[in-house]
């Protein structure tokens, strides 16, 4: 089945840093490929996505890039504040009969003041 | 418009027994997906419904269920509980087909279980 990999496990910055968290995947079928934050204490949520026929997207500090030959996406947040800590997920389509998504095992964020 | 919602939201259980959880998707979203979420395997895909049928089903052991009512309400029920079963069980609903057709896709805030 599909395999996601996310990297780096932890990462931390300083306020006004870049943060860039990277994900391999290995279905080349996949289509769609959405980016979670997940605060403590609550659900995952959706920030940015991207589809397979597009290789970047941006809104305001968050960009996505894909490269569908190498398999791999990323998520870019520029100017880090500290509301940006947090969890994030990278997530894949599968295709193939059992559409589902499949998550990175995921990033936790901090940003330092 | 009010997100997912799902109770309880914090449980506590003894192995053996059994347990529902409950899930109402936010209003006019028919596609209901279950996550099981844990440190050591993260998010992993349980079941998704719509239109009270199951559509796809993860690798899980038979003792996790799920339904769906007519109104897109979902409960999953987990049987015979494990200690392996504690984890934060999370509901995400999305308009008609569901994410793995690429549809935005809105989580609840979770049911945390905990298996004694």
């Known amino acids: 089945g599909e395999n996601v990999e996310q990297h780096p496990s932890t990462l931390s910055v300083q306020e006004g840093d870049s943060a860039v968290i990277k994900c391999t995947y290995s279905d080349s079928a996949s289509n769609y490929f959405p980016w979670y934050k997940q605060e403590l204490g609550k659900g995952p949520q959706l920030i940015i996505d991207?589809?397979?026929?597009?290789g970047e997207k941006k809104d305001q500090r968050i960009a996505v890039t894909l490269n569908k030959t190498a398999k791999h996406f990323s998520l870019h947040i520029t100017e880090t504040q500290p509301e940006d800590s947090a969890v994030y997920f990278c997530?894949?389509?599968?295709?193939?009969?059992?559409?589902?998504?499949?998550f990175g095992k995921g990033t936790k964020l901090t940003v330092n003041p | 418009k009010a997100g997912v919602t799902q109770t309880p939201r914090y449980l506590i259980k003894t192995r053996g027994q059994q347990v529902t959880l409950s899930c109402s998707p936010i209003?006019?979203?028919?596609?209901v997906s279950w996550y099981q979420q844990t440190p050591g395997q993260g998010l992993q895909f349980l079941f998704e419904?719509?239109?009270?049928?199951?559509?796809n089903k993860g690798n899980f052991p038979g003792r996790f269920s799920g339904r769906q009512f007519s109104n897109s309400r979902s409960e999953m029920n987990v049987s015979t509980l494990e200690l392996g079963d504690s984890a934060l069980y999370l509901c995400a609903s999305s308009l008609n087909r569901g994410a793995g057709t690429g549809e935005t896709q809105y989580f609840g805030p979770g049911t945390r279980l905990l298996v004694l």
């Open positions: 419904y719509f239109s009270e049928t199951q559509r």
């Open positions: 991207i589809r397979s026929n597009v």
């Open positions: 209003s006019g979203h028919r596609s």
């Open positions: 997530s894949v389509t599968t295709q193939g009969g059992s559409e589902k998504l499949v």
